[in-house]
């Protein structure tokens, strides 16, 4: 089993709708957890990190279920430039894994 | 804002070469990392080092890889013997004190094997 699986999309959406995916993560003792966003041939970048009671960043909220090892993203009111790979990012210890990403397509 | 630097950003060299990737870690942080990311593949993790010394590596660190941090400023990557399935983007990484913070990226080295 992947340590971090990501339902790859793509995901097209129009300006302004809502878009949500999940990861999952296999490794139980993970402890902190992160979304990264990355651009075509850039690299990763923090978009947020991801707290059990959930938490929000603007228009991204993010939420964590330890119990089914699962984080999901949801995108409110989207806009052009958020097209990207979203990357979920597990880390246990020192090293981050990442899944494969999910990528989001807003279009005009 | 600090940031994570690389250099080069692009390399080409032929099979069987040695390379050499830099990075200038931001200036107050103390663990350092590699990542590589192979064309439309994830991202996936090489090497942690702390302290003067790797604190943990992946299985595809092998003997061919290794890293120094030859003054106080650079990390290096060093590639002994390329091989062609080494072509790939790879991204340093740093982070703060305790080594649990947020890493930085820098914005890679595509490194093609020929």
């Known amino acids: 089993r992947k340590e971090v699986e990501q339902d790859p999309g793509p995901f097209n959406v129009p300006e302004g709708a809502t878009v949500a995916f999940n990861c999952t993560y296999s490794n139980s003792a993970s402890q902190s957890f992160f979304w990264y966003r990355q651009d075509c041939r850039k690299e990763p970048k923090l978009l947020m990190s991801?707290?059990?009671s959930g938490n929000e960043d603007g228009r991204f909220t993010a939420q964590l279920n330890r119990a089914s090892q699962y984080i999901s993203l949801l995108i409110r009111d989207s806009k052009l430039s958020d097209s990207a790979t979203y990357l979920c990012?597990?880390?246990?210890?020192?090293?981050?894994?990442f899944g494969a990403g999910t990528t989001v397509t807003v279009r005009a | 804002e600090p940031e994570v630097t690389q250099t080069p950003s692009h390399q080409v060299t032929q099979m069987g070469q040695e390379v050499i990737l830099r990075c200038v870690p931001i200036s107050n942080h103390l663990y350092f990392y590699w990542y590589r990311q192979i064309l439309g593949q994830k991202v996936e993790f090489l090497v942690s080092?702390?302290?003067?010394?790797?604190?943990?590596k992946s299985e595809i660190f092998d003997d061919q890889f290794s890293v120094e941090r030859p003054d106080g400023s650079n990390f290096t990557l060093k590639i002994r013997s390329t091989k062609l399935e080494d072509s790939a983007m790879y991204f340093c990484?740093?982070?703060?004190?305790?080594?649990?913070?947020?890493?930085?990226f820098g914005p890679g080295t595509r490194l093609l094997v020929l």
């Open positions: 990484a740093s982070s703060g004190p305790s080594g649990r913070e947020t890493q930085y």
């Open positions: 080092f702390y302290n003067n010394e790797i604190s943990e």
């Open positions: 991801v707290y059990s």
């Open positions: 990012v597990v880390t246990g210890d020192y090293k981050l894994s």
